[in-house]
């Protein structure tokens, strides 16, 4: 039996990727009221080619941004972190060069950075854009176990 998700973050919707279409339609409708030339395959074409690219951003933010917290574990982009490894949540500092979770360089941006004491002593950047939110869930999950 899987746990129950305690925060969840999307890292995208699916809705970006009717822009290209909507603008093809624009342009088509524009091109119509115009004199010269129709070109529908064309402003087709270009709706369609904007839909994939589209689709492929969202499909990338949805992988890359996307957090998750249950009880067990705590997953962030592309990486996934046990809670039982999280030691302290809150008064954590956040040293020079602290790894960010996720497999990215720094913090994305737009979210919200959470310094993350583990088992071993490091320090680790957890993100979300509501971090306020994640991390009185972390500090809830800490306690939880501290307690035990």
């Not at 995208?12 to 093809?24: C, E, H, I, N, Q």
């Not at 583990?118 to 306690?143: C, F, M, P, Q, Y």
């Amino acid at each position: 039996m899987s746990d129950p998700v305690l925060y969840s973050e999307r890292g995208s919707s699916w809705w970006p990727v009717l822009w290209g279409p909507v603008f093809a339609a624009l342009g088509l409708v524009v091109e119509q009221l115009t004199l010269g030339p129709r070109n529908v395959a064309m402003w087709v074409l270009v709706g369609l080619a904007l839909a994939v690219a589209a689709a492929i951003w969202a499909y990338g933010r949805r992988r890359l941004l996307a957090v998750s917290l249950t009880r067990s574990e705590l997953v962030l982009g592309r990486e996934q972190l046990a809670t039982d490894r999280i030691t302290a949540v809150r008064e954590v500092g956040a040293p020079v060069g602290a790894r960010v979770l996720g497999g990215s360089w720094t913090v994305p941006k737009g979210t919200g950075e959470i310094p993350l004491r583990l088992d071993d002593d490091t320090v680790v950047l957890a993100w979300a854009r509501n971090s306020e939110v994640l991390s009185e869930e972390l500090a809830k999950l800490v306690g939880e176990k501290s307690e035990l």
